[in-house]
């Protein structure tokens, strides 16, 4: 819970040659700075005009060095060769946007050369094993525009990741093989700082709270089974929760993986974890049970991408006649239900149930591999059905195969967790935007 800027240094600079028609640049300069402006979480970071010599180009190039934005965006106003726009794109350790102008006329000569002058850039970036993105159009295109704003939210997202603290409580789940990671590898690719801490801190909290604290719990919850939850049980789902929450308060995670069971399940003093669980990712940080890191981490990229709240999930059933799949688990946040009023708790203090909203969802799983990363991304559509499965579920009508994608995880040995988020094509393309950005290969069956 450290406080995490989203803002993004954006540097922005044009190149000019003066054999093309450097003028088109000048013209557009202004409006193309204004619009990226109030790009949303844009800090823009510019030389004040396009750069048509080599001495405005070190000039430039030494701003950003002192700057130090947290992406560039390398716009060629016309052809120019390759030494000059790579000393601007080595000022910038982030991530390196380049865009080509398209033509603005073809009748009688090239003015611009621009798309030829950033093909020439590419390959020495490429060379270089230097990662960038590309985009082409002119200088009212919105859709380079909307390109560069999902760029910007990745940028963020890394960003986020970078000065992030997970808490991994516990370790893993007792033959939970899938949620084994390479701590050291995490830290290398995202930045994102792990703290290793024993079950026996979070049980020094209960103890706490225990001597101090009266129990009082929520009034009214309806059971599953028709009545209405006790309040000597609702105090103790209370006493998990508050449980929990100092011990991330204290610790100021931004995010907790949590071995949950079998110990803290069984613990008498903490009846009701699962539910204060759901509960701690819905008004704190995010929390992945089972010691489940990668699920976390994959649930903190749709958190920083989107700003929504994501689910981890199984996948528990597939029927090819309508293509869907069904999710289900535990630990999800109660405000992911379809409606208040659906939600209900088991009489034994270890469920929550209800049902996902209808509408897009963009299924997600990042992975470790002997090359590095790999994320599953799929999108769907949550249908109407209800689901009485005593967790928090959903039925899914996949746009891909819904056969291809069972045996993508089954063939491909993909971890038996992923991770949910509404909104479909704009989560989707976002996620492969920052894998995009992190070289992380994308899997996505058809």
Not at 75 to 85: I, Q
Not at 416 to 443: M, P
Request: aromatic share 8%.
């Amino acid at each position: 819970m450290q406080s995490k800027s989203s803002l993004v240094r954006l540097g922005f600079c044009t190149l000019v040659a003066p054999f093309f028609d450097h003028t088109y640049a000048q013209t557009h300069y202004d409006s193309i700075c204004s619009t990226l402006r109030d790009l949303p979480g844009v800090e823009l970071c510019e030389p004040g005009g396009p750069l048509s010599s080599e001495e405005l180009v070190d000039e430039a190039a030494r701003a950003f060095r002192a700057d130090r934005p947290d992406a560039l965006v390398l716009l060629m106003g016309t052809f120019t060769s390759g030494e000059l726009p790579m000393r601007i794109a080595e000022s910038c350790d982030g991530p390196l946007g380049l865009w080509a102008f398209r033509e603005p006329a073809l009748d009688d000569s090239v003015g611009l050369n621009s798309l030829c002058g950033v093909n020439l850039l590419s390959f020495t970036l490429k060379a270089m094993g230097r990662n960038y993105r590309f985009w082409y159009g002119g200088p009212h295109d919105d859709r380079v525009y909307a390109d560069i704003a999902r760029f910007v939210r990745a940028v963020g997202a890394i960003k986020q990741m970078r000065e992030s603290r997970i808490g991994y409580v516990g370790g893993r789940a007792p033959g939970f093989y899938p949620c084994l990671y390479d701590e050291i590898k995490l830290r290398r690719i995202l930045g994102a700082e792990v703290l290793t801490v024993g079950l026996s801190e979070v049980l020094r909290y209960k103890t706490s709270l225990l001597e101090s604290a009266p129990e009082n719990g929520r009034a009214g919850l309806p059971t599953i089974e028709g009545g209405v939850l006790g309040t000597a049980k609702s105090a103790r789902q209370s006493r998990s929760f508050e449980t929990l929450k100092r011990f991330v308060e204290a610790r100021r995670f931004d995010a907790l993986t949590i071995r949950d069971w079998p110990e803290l399940l069984d613990d008498p003093d903490l009846d009701g974890v699962w539910p204060a669980i759901g509960r701690l990712h819905d008004e704190l940080v995010l929390t992945g049970p089972e010691g489940d890191m990668f699920g976390t981490v994959t649930m903190m990229i749709e958190n920083y991408l989107t700003g929504e709240k994501p689910f981890l999930c199984d996948m528990i059933d597939f029927d090819a006649r309508d293509n869907s799949v069904v999710l289900w688990h535990y630990g999800a946040p109660e405000s992911l239900a379809r409606s208040p009023q659906q939600v209900r708790y088991s009489e034994d203090n270890t469920e929550v149930e209800f049902t996902l909203p209808e509408g897009p969802i963009t299924l997600a799983r990042l992975r470790e591999t002997n090359a590095g990363y790999e994320m599953l991304i799929v999108e769907g559509e949550v249908l109407p059905d209800e689901m009485h499965l005593r967790r928090a579920a959903a039925r899914v009508r996949m746009e891909c195969d819904a056969e291809n994608l069972l045996h993508e995880i089954i063939y491909g040995g993909w971890p038996h967790h992923v991770c949910a988020i509404h909104g479909s094509q704009a989560s989707a393309a976002d996620l492969r935007e920052f894998c995009a950005l992190k070289d992380i290969k994308v899997v996505s069956p058809r």
